[in-house]
């Protein structure tokens, strides 16, 4: 038997007799994480086979040709001569034909079957879609290609996801006909016969698609597309699913704004979470963080000062996904399943309680007996830090004040369970924790330190088994176990970068495990409005029952700065330079920050009065009142009018603040204008003409670190910002000796208020904390207006107002949108 032929092999040209035709043909799935990119975004740029293709024994059309008029409507491009200028360079063809036999096997027109492989791979997997006979007498078949898990941008972690479930693609591209190995059986099934495992028997089945761009895994929903594959349940279950999202975005409209709650996991002081309500609010959904978690206690204040509708908890996320399957437990037991059944058993456990408290009192007449009056809350952990860790509840004790109040262990608590009950089913009727099902969406970052570049032991061959990394598992357990309808992860760019991008493969990997739709993007703050250039990866996860969310595109002309590996760039959220758009002027330092009034290094005061008008739109609408914010509710707090909160910068010391008042105001000033610093071909060297200047303390005015910093070659330290500039990214640290953060004319860091606004914070969102703690939760944020974009295009998604496109053009600005009064219109303000 002749050697079959292997499809497609960039690497392997000595086995594949057409391998310069296929490496020119980038529509495939081989190779395709290295590839996946380029795969279907570009057009093909296969030429014509320079050898004659099969005429094998093996292969041959069976029956009569399909009739030529039928053949030239359905595949025209085939039919038509290519001209020299055209770039259609599609196979030509003499003859369609519905059936072909291949080694003895009869492959119908939308069968599906294996194609052969690269040799020691496995077979690909394709749809049949055309078959014909070029007038060169070569034998062609398209393929509508599946991919597999392990072929989609989630690659190395493909053992997530069943071995049996592969992904539809709209990648088509035509082979040898001999290349077909044998049919196979594959059915589409519902999403929720997926969510069930109710696989009914098949080599492979399939529920999504699988698209390049953006890295999307969505549902199918196109009718005409599946009406051609063997499937289980059919058009009917898409028919169905559409029906739901009308019906959906209809009910909503009607009924008033139900509220969609959002559980804000890491949530720092609550930017994202901010961004995200404002933006679903513009969509007309009313978007409600219920639950916030984070560990650190100072960001926690500011989340909850500035949301008092929200339940805060300060904890890791560890002990808050622990909580949450004890919660559910204690609310199966007092709420949902046993209330009434426990009753008697309750009453019979109080008498003996009772009984016991009389018989301790009598036996020890002296001891001080302690008496539950309620329980106040519950955490899992170690509250009392004597390391048994567990489930606890605070108890307010009888004839004590709350300074008495402590966190009693639940085994100690077996006595007082009418305290326990009432607590959870109050606790249950307040939704104080989310049970399954109850959060409509989760946000967050986890923190994956282990992937900075800061970091010198990185582990490179196993991230996930790095603890800094850890949270990433943690995020998605809670998520597992929670089930929202939507779910938008936000991280650092290095997590694409770090070890072939390991950490985002796996945390679409999982989420695809989990039977959730998934897209990737990247957006830059820069581009919705802000002077900043921070780019930042966000992943988007909907319940096959929701509409996948949308990206929205860019409103202000910013060049984005960051490396972004090239394997991801296609993800970053953007116009095609082809495309004709309107983007507004990109936003500078001056037009942020220059209408706030002038403050000294070591002034203090965390609230002052303006004192000044607004110059630039921006500072107008950063200024707004909470009430004056679109989803302002009565409890939300608001600013006193005209107070100005934190704008006070971080005290420099002595020395390094007479090192700044030396630092002349002007573009691109740093320690390089100091005296004794010479700059040859970029890198910094003493004047042996200068005697050394020395501070009031004795220090040096120019530090040895600034002269080695970067070997020299670095212009950072002490470096002034200037008017016309847009920062790379807003710091967590105040700390001017590698960072330029000083003040265009002001000798300063920039306050915690002018950092706040570079990052889209409105005015009136007041920190909590030390100085440095207050620096650090603005760092940390995910820019205002890009959840905000972000959180517009979820509520169009609840709507069922997106399609399928993967990005969606906003009709607002940043921060002009915050109006309550304001039409969801363009009013050209940037
Ligand atoms: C990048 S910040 C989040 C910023 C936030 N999304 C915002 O927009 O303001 C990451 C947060 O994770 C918190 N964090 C780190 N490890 C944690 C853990 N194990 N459990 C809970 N929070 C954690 C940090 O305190 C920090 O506030």
């Given at each position: 038997?002749?050697?079959?032929?292997?499809?497609?092999?960039?690497?392997?040209?000595?086995?594949?007799?057409?391998?310069?035709?296929?490496?020119?043909?980038?529509?495939?799935?081989?190779?395709?994480?290295?590839?996946?990119?380029?795969?279907?975004?570009?057009?093909?740029?296969?030429?014509?086979?320079?050898?004659?293709?099969?005429?094998?024994?093996?292969?041959?059309?069976?029956?009569?040709?399909?009739?030529?008029?039928?053949?030239?409507?359905?595949?025209?491009?085939?039919?038509?001569?290519?001209?020299?200028?055209?770039?259609?360079?599609?196979?030509?063809?003499?003859?369609?034909?519905?059936?072909?036999?291949?080694?003895?096997?009869?492959?119908?027109?939308?069968?599906?079957?294996?194609?052969?492989?690269?040799?020691?791979?496995?077979?690909?997997?394709?749809?049949?879609?055309?078959?014909?006979?070029?007038?060169?007498?070569?034998?062609?078949?398209?393929?509508?290609?599946?991919?597999?898990?392990?072929?989609?941008?989630?690659?190395?972690?493909?053992?997530?996801?069943?071995?049996?479930?592969?992904?539809?693609?709209?990648?088509?591209?035509?082979?040898?006909?001999?290349?077909?190995?044998?049919?196979?059986?594959?059915?589409?099934?519902?999403?929720?016969?997926?969510?069930?495992?109710?696989?009914?028997?098949?080599?492979?089945?399939?529920?999504?698609?699988?698209?390049?761009?953006?890295?999307?895994?969505?549902?199918?929903?196109?009718?005409?597309?599946?009406?051609?594959?063997?499937?289980?349940?059919?058009?009917?279950?898409?028919?169905?699913?559409?029906?739901?999202?009308?019906?959906?975005?209809?009910?909503?409209?009607?009924?008033?704004?139900?509220?969609?709650?959002?559980?804000?996991?890491?949530?720092?002081?609550?930017?994202?979470?901010?961004?995200?309500?404002?933006?679903?609010?513009?969509?007309?959904?009313?978007?409600?963080?219920?639950?916030?978690v984070d560990i650190n206690k100072y960001a926690c204040e500011s989340l909850k000062l500035n949301h008092p509708e929200t339940y805060v908890r300060n904890e890791p996320t560890e002990d808050f996904l622990s909580l949450l399957k004890e919660w559910a437990k204690l609310c199966d037991e007092f709420v949902l399943?046993?209330?009434?059944?426990?009753?008697?058993?309750?009453?019979?456990?109080?008498?003996?309680?009772?009984?016991?408290?009389?018989?301790?009192?009598?036996?020890?007449?002296?001891?001080?007996?302690?008496?539950?009056?309620?329980?106040?809350?519950?955490?899992?952990?170690?509250?009392?830090?004597?390391?048994?860790?567990?489930?606890?509840?605070?108890?307010?004790?009888?004839?004590?004040?709350?300074?008495?109040?402590?966190?009693?262990?639940?085994?100690?608590?077996?006595?007082?369970?009418?305290?326990?009950?009432?607590?959870?089913?109050?606790?249950?009727?307040?939704?104080?924790?989310?049970?399954?099902?109850?959060?409509?969406?989760?946000?967050?970052?986890?923190?994956?330190?282990?992937?900075?570049?800061?970091?010198?032991?990185?582990?490179?061959?196993?991230?996930?088994?790095?603890?800094?990394?850890?949270?990433?598992?943690?995020?998605?357990?809670?998520?597992?176990?929670?089930?929202?309808?939507?779910?938008?992860?936000?991280?650092?760019?290095?997590?694409?970068?770090?070890?072939?991008?390991?950490?985002?493969?796996?945390?679409?990997?999982?989420?695809?495990?989990?039977?959730?739709?998934?897209?990737?993007?990247?957006?830059?703050?820069?581009?919705?409005?802000?002077?900043?250039?921070?780019?930042?990866?966000?992943?988007?996860?909907?319940?096959?029952?929701?509409?996948?969310?949308?990206?929205?595109?860019?409103?202000?002309?910013?060049?984005?700065?960051?490396?972004?590996?090239?394997?991801?760039?296609?993800?970053?959220?953007?116009?095609?330079?082809?495309?004709?758009?309107?983007?507004?002027?990109?936003?500078?330092?001056?037009?942020?920050?220059?209408?706030?009034?002038?403050?000294?290094?070591?002034?203090?005061?965390?609230?002052?009065?303006?004192?000044?008008?607004?110059?630039?739109?921006?500072?107008?609408?950063?200024?707004?009142?909470?009430?004056?914010?679109?989803?302002?509710?009565?409890?939300?707090?608001?600013?006193?009018?005209?107070?100005?909160?934190?704008?006070?910068?971080?005290?420099?010391?002595?020395?390094?603040?007479?090192?700044?008042?030396?630092?002349?105001?002007?573009?691109?000033?740093?320690?390089?204008?100091?005296?004794?610093v010479l700059v040859k071909e970029n890198k910094v060297e003493w004047d042996p003409s200068v005697e050394r200047v020395y501070l009031k303390s004795g220090k040096p005015l120019v530090p040895d670190y600034a002269m080695t910093f970067v070997r020299g070659t670095s212009s950072k330290p002490f470096g002034r910002?200037?008017?016309?500039?847009?920062?790379?990214?807003?710091?967590?640290?105040?700390?001017?000796?590698?960072?330029?953060?000083?003040?265009?004319?002001?000798?300063?860091?920039?306050?915690?208020?002018?950092?706040?606004?570079?990052?889209?914070?409105?005015?009136?969102?007041?920190?909590?904390?030390?100085?440095?703690?207050?620096?650090?939760?603005?760092?940390?944020?995910?820019?205002?207006?890009?959840?905000?974009?972000?959180?517009?295009?979820?509520?169009?998604?609840?709507?069922?107002?997106?399609?399928?496109?993967?990005?969606?053009?906003?009709?607002?600005?940043?921060?002009?949108?915050?109006?309550?009064?304001?039409?969801?219109?363009?009013?050209?303000?940037?």
């Amino acid at each position: 038997m002749p050697k079959k032929r292997v499809r497609k092999s960039s690497k392997q040209d000595d086995v594949v007799p057409h391998s310069s035709k296929w490496k020119k043909s980038k529509k495939s799935p081989v190779n395709p994480v290295e590839e996946e990119l380029q795969v279907s975004l570009l057009p093909s740029r296969r030429k014509k086979a320079k050898q004659s293709s099969v005429n094998s024994d093996d292969a041959c059309f069976v029956g009569e040709p399909i009739p030529a008029d039928e053949a030239q409507k359905k595949w025209p491009h085939r039919y038509t001569k290519n001209d020299e200028s055209s770039e259609d360079e599609s196979l030509k063809a003499k003859f369609h034909y519905r059936e072909a036999k291949v080694d003895g096997i009869l492959y119908k027109l939308e069968d599906n079957a294996y194609v052969k492989g690269e040799e020691g791979k496995e077979d690909y997997i394709a749809t049949i879609v055309e078959m014909f006979e070029t007038p060169e007498e070569e034998q062609y078949f398209t393929a509508q290609w599946f991919y597999r898990a392990e072929d989609t941008v989630i690659k190395d972690h493909g053992n997530l996801v069943d071995k049996k479930r592969i992904f539809k693609s709209d990648v088509k591209d035509e082979n040898p006909l001999d290349c077909l190995v044998r049919k196979i059986n594959i059915v589409q099934i519902s999403p929720d016969a997926a969510k069930k495992k109710k696989i009914p028997p098949c080599d492979f089945y399939f529920d999504m698609k699988y698209n390049v761009p953006y890295l999307t895994f969505s549902n199918i929903d196109n009718e005409s597309e599946t009406s051609t594959l063997s499937s289980e349940s059919g058009s009917n279950v898409r028919a169905t699913d559409k029906k739901g999202v009308k019906e959906k975005s209809t009910q909503i409209k009607e009924s008033n704004r139900p509220e969609w709650t959002l559980l804000d996991l890491y949530s720092g002081c609550g930017a994202m979470s901010t961004g995200l309500c404002f933006g679903a609010s513009i969509s007309g959904i009313k978007l409600v963080t219920k639950w916030a978690v984070d560990i650190n206690k100072y960001a926690c204040e500011s989340l909850k000062l500035n949301h008092p509708e929200t339940y805060v908890r300060n904890e890791p996320t560890e002990d808050f996904l622990s909580l949450l399957k004890e919660w559910a437990k204690l609310c199966d037991e007092f709420v949902l399943n046993g209330a009434e059944s426990t009753d008697s058993d309750l009453n019979a456990a109080e008498e003996a309680e009772e009984k016991a408290d009389d018989e301790a009192m009598d036996d020890s007449p002296d001891s001080e007996v302690f008496e539950v009056e309620r329980l106040l809350s519950i955490c899992y952990g170690d509250p009392n830090e004597d390391e048994k860790p567990g489930l606890y509840f605070k108890v307010h004790w009888k004839g004590y004040d709350s300074s008495y109040d402590t966190w009693e262990p639940i085994e100690g608590l077996s006595e007082c369970k009418d305290a326990m009950k009432d607590f959870v089913i109050n606790g249950y009727k307040e939704k104080i924790l989310p049970l399954p099902g109850q959060a409509d969406f989760i946000c967050g970052g986890p923190p994956c330190q282990g992937v900075s570049g800061f970091n010198r032991f990185r582990n490179k061959n196993a991230p996930l088994e790095d603890e800094k990394n850890k949270q990433l598992i943690v995020y998605m357990n809670i998520i597992d176990f929670l089930k929202p309808k939507y779910v938008l992860m936000e991280n650092v760019v290095d997590i694409l970068k770090f070890a072939g991008g390991f950490l985002g493969r796996y945390a679409v990997g999982r989420l695809v495990a989990m039977n959730y739709q998934a897209r990737m993007g990247m957006m830059a703050a820069g581009s919705y409005g802000l002077p900043q250039f921070r780019m930042r990866v966000f992943l988007w996860g909907a319940l096959a029952t929701e509409k996948l969310p949308s990206y929205p595109l860019p409103t202000h002309k910013v060049v984005s700065r960051s490396v972004i590996p090239t394997e991801f760039e296609e993800i970053t959220v953007a116009y095609s330079t082809n495309e004709n758009c309107q983007l507004a002027k990109a936003l500078n330092l001056e037009g942020a920050i220059n209408d706030l009034p002038p403050v000294e290094n070591d002034d203090s005061d965390d609230e002052r009065s303006y004192g000044t008008t607004p110059r630039t739109d921006f500072q107008k609408y950063i200024r707004l009142q909470r009430s004056e914010m679109v989803n302002y509710s009565a409890d939300s707090q608001s600013a006193p009018s005209g107070m100005l909160y934190d704008h006070r910068p971080l005290k420099l010391n002595t020395d390094d603040y007479e090192r700044v008042c030396h630092i002349p105001k002007k573009k691109g000033a740093n320690f390089r204008d100091l005296k004794g610093v010479l700059v040859k071909e970029n890198k910094v060297e003493w004047d042996p003409s200068v005697e050394r200047v020395y501070l009031k303390s004795g220090k040096p005015l120019v530090p040895d670190y600034a002269m080695t910093f970067v070997r020299g070659t670095s212009s950072k330290p002490f470096g002034r910002l200037w008017w016309d500039e847009i920062v790379s990214t807003v710091v967590t640290r105040a700390e001017p000796h590698n960072q330029v953060l000083l003040h265009p004319e002001q000798d300063r860091v920039l306050s915690i208020r002018e950092n706040a606004r570079l990052q889209g914070f409105p005015d009136c969102y007041k920190l909590c904390g030390p100085v440095k703690q207050r620096y650090m939760q603005v760092g940390n944020a995910v820019a205002v207006p890009v959840a905000l974009a972000l959180g517009y295009t979820l509520g169009l998604a609840i709507l069922g107002l997106s399609d399928d496109s993967p990005l969606t053009t906003l009709p607002f600005k940043y921060p002009s949108c915050l109006a309550r009064s304001l039409d969801v219109v363009d009013d050209g303000s940037s």
